[in-house]
């Protein structure tokens, strides 16, 4: 993945994309090695998008005695991705990333 | 007042219209992104074409209105000209410095032609500012050139080529007030620029 700055759309985008991309849920791990993102940013960023109902949290049972958390992406998230997608071409055009 | 006189402002406010509405529909295409996504990049795409679109929309209804009155107040129509070409001017620095701003931003990250003359030269523009303004936008073309030249997409090329115009038709703006055919070619570039952003509007809406 490329060093260069990610803005705060481009790391919110990412995680969606993964989340997405693996049926519409998965697990912290998986977002923060595919997203490329610290345990305490991603946390930070899972905060965010709870709060902005991008994704909900779903507790699926225990694996030992630690609770299984999994991110799922809500149709607000879905809907997200799809506006990135559409304004990323038209800034883009203006050599500009979101 | 002479029919080539009323020609003249009608082409010059017709031609300003046009650029001010095609400005206002990519600021407000920008504003629907930054309303789903608050992009500070949209927002200042938004800011910097909703300022410009205003700019020429004010100083072609106050041209428009100055010329019309003119013969009947004639002090306070030369007043209005001034003013009008004030706030175009203040309005275009604006636009194209807080477009610069995104980008330095983005790095850190003629039938009658003394008639034309007479109304170029009430219009007051002013050779310095004129290239105040080429000089940013050519700043800001060789942003957008560099970007379509990586990228090759259409609507990058398009951005690109409308920078080069608009910054071009000031170059024409600038040459008024020694040659006055330019007034037609900077009007006509003008023109031509905030049409390629329509395309390229239009190509980026298509692509979805």
Known sequence: MSSRYRSRIRIITDILAVIRDHGGRARPTKIMYMANLSYERLQKYLSDMLSMELIVEER?????DREVVYYVITDKG??????????KAFAEAFGLEL | MASGVV????FDVLMELVSSIIAL???????LGYKAL?????????LSFS?????LFIDALLTAYAVSVISIAESEALLLLKASTFILYFCEVTAFGLLTYAYVRQRLSASMPMAPMVIALLRGYTPVVEAVIAAILLFIFVQTASNAASSRSKPSIMVSASFLL????HIFFMLTRTWVPSYVVAHTLQLAGFACLLAMLLMVRARR
């Open chain 2, 7 to 10: 020609a003249f402002i009608g």
């Open chain 1, 78 to 87: 879905l809907k997200f991705l799809d506006e990135v997608e559409r304004f």
């Open chain 1, 60 to 64: 699926g049972g225990y694996e030992g």
């Open chain 2, 166 to 169: 608009l910054c071009l038709s």
């Open chain 2, 25 to 31: 529909i990519i600021a407000y295409y920008a504003a």
């Open chain 2, 51 to 55: 300022v410009l679109g205003c700019g």
């Open chain 2, 38 to 46: 608050m992009s500070r990049v949209l927002l200042y795409l938004n």
